[in-house]
């Protein structure tokens, strides 16, 4: 495939078959990063790569419809020495975790995992222990947990009968299970009971392209998402995991299946522990070869951790500041990521550069690194802001997955089955007192429950070892 043109001095193209080998967009606030996200976004669309990237502020949105020519952008054209521009929009899909700015984005708590979740909920060690006793309980059980109410379910169940599950599954404390239904409650209200549960969210409507061969651009709107940055951060990653785990192995295609932008990427590594940044790293490393290509967006390159940044082969550096001995040594630390050009002064270009404008070093066809340059970040063809309400609705509903999503289902889960059990429990004590009354039948009736219950169990064990966990979970031993 031909090279994607990113950037203006001397034309400065991205390889689309090394895409998947990652990449870093950098800089400080103010200095352009979205709208290079918006520039490498339409241009792997057209060159028929889905996109799916999150909208922090809500100005990506504009990639759905085409810009107009104003005083500022001639200036902008005549600058870079570009005589043509076609303004065009995108074909996109607007996805919202909440649902009023996009299609709803569910998943169910099973499909996530206690890894996940114990991270969403921000357990401790014992609490999250807890939690995976109760993921593993639910699976020999054959109980699936779905969303909220499932989970509650769960925990009260197993509070209940805490002392039989100690010398099968461990410890359960009535303490953990008091936080975690607190941590749940406060999850609910951040707008967690909206995400989990069905239908859930399939990852394959994220790697379309249309009638014409471009790649769709998916676009989360997360205004109000990334307002609570543990659970953004959170549900990025899962989205990451479930690719890995879903997607075959393809080795190095001509280009990618998906391009996934992470916005914001400090969010995800503040706070995590030791375990989740392996993980993290794992994923990273391995799922290039699944045809995947993620690029993080942040304001500096230390924020991600080095055993991620390494694997970055993709760069864009825009402005920084160093008016502080700390910034300057964060400065310092960005200039030294790239490959070294004799004639560019990394520590004293990065302050000094432009709105639009940055440090580049993409890939070339052998993987290695290109020197740095300095360039001119080349505009967009379709809208720089937001959309208004009405265009944003109207490429809602004439979306290819418009209505899919919007109907929510509520099957039979843990919530259901636990119900009915405790129901049939409740019904059944009068006979219970009867049965008591005759301790001639007592023992046929104890063997005869006994068989029963163990080919239950066997049954449920079985079906509860398909349960789907999510990669992150599976990687650290959960059932599959």
């Not at 390889?15 to 996200?37: C, D, E, F, I, Q």
């Not at 889905?50 to 502020?57: L, Q, R």
């Amino acid at each position: 495939m031909l090279p994607i043109a990113i950037c203006k001095s001397q034309e400065i193209s991205i390889v689309p078959k090394r895409l998947n080998r990652h990449g870093l967009v950098t800089g400080a606030t103010g200095t352009g990063k979205t709208v290079t996200l918006q520039v490498l976004a339409e241009r792997m669309s057209r060159a028929g790569i889905p996109v799916f990237a999150a909208d922090i502020k809500g100005d990506l949105a504009g990639v759905a419809t085409a810009g107009k020519m104003s005083e500022k952008f001639q200036k902008r054209l005549n600058l870079l020495g570009v005589t043509e521009h076609a303004f065009s929009a995108n074909s996109c899909i607007f996805w919202d975790v909440f649902g009023k700015q996009g299609h709803p984005v569910r998943t169910t708590i099973s499909e996530m995992g206690p890894l996940l979740i114990s991270r969403l909920l921000n357990l401790n060690e014992t609490q999250a222990g807890v939690l995976q006793i109760i993921f593993s309980y639910a699976d020999d059980e054959g109980l699936l947990i779905l969303d909220l109410k499932d989970l509650r379910a769960m925990l009260a169940h197993v509070a209940e009968i805490r002392k039989e599950l100690t010398t099968e599954y461990g410890n359960v404390s009535p303490a953990s299970v008091g936080a975690i239904q607190r941590a749940l409650l406060t999850l609910e209200e951040q707008g967690g009971d909206q995400f989990f549960g069905e239908p859930a969210f399939e990852l394959s409507d994220l790697m379309q392209t249309d009638q014409n061969g471009n790649g769709i651009i998916n676009v989360l709107h997360a205004e109000q998402l990334v307002r609570s940055p543990k659970v953004y951060a959170t549900f990025l990653l899962w989205m990451l995991s479930e690719l890995f785990e879903q997607l075959p192995e393809v080795g190095d295609p001509d280009r990618p299946k998906l391009v996934f932008f992470f916005d914001e990427a400090h969010l995800l590594f503040d706070d995590a522990p030791s375990a989740l940044l392996d993980k993290i790293e794992q994923v990273v490393r391995l799922i290039r070869s699944k045809g995947v290509g993620v690029f993080f967006v942040t304001q500096h390159p230390l924020d991600i951790p080095e055993k991620v940044l390494t694997q970055l082969g993709n760069r864009v550096q825009h402005a920084l500041r160093a008016f502080t001995p700390a910034e300057q040594k964060k400065l310092k630390s960005a200039a030294e990521t790239f490959r070294a050009n004799p004639d560019l002064d990394l520590e004293k270009i990065i302050p000094e550069l432009g709105i639009g404008e940055a440090i580049v070093s993409f890939l070339d066809e052998q993987g290695v690194p290109a020197p740095a340059e300095r360039a001119y970040i080349l505009p967009p063809f379709s809208r720089i802001g937001p959309l208004e309400q009405q265009e944003r609705l109207v490429t809602m509903q004439t979306s290819i997955v418009a209505g899919v999503y919007e109907k929510t289902i509520d099957r039979e889960s843990a919530y259901e089955k636990l119900k009915a059990k405790a129901e049939t429990a409740a019904a059944s004590e009068p006979a219970e007192e009867i049965r008591k009354a005759k301790p001639a039948a007592r023992k046929s009736d104890d063997v005869l429950t006994s068989v029963v219950k163990s080919a239950a169990r066997a049954a449920a064990s079985q079906a509860g070892r398909s349960l789907i966990r999510g990669i992150l979970g599976g990687l650290l031993g959960g059932k599959k």
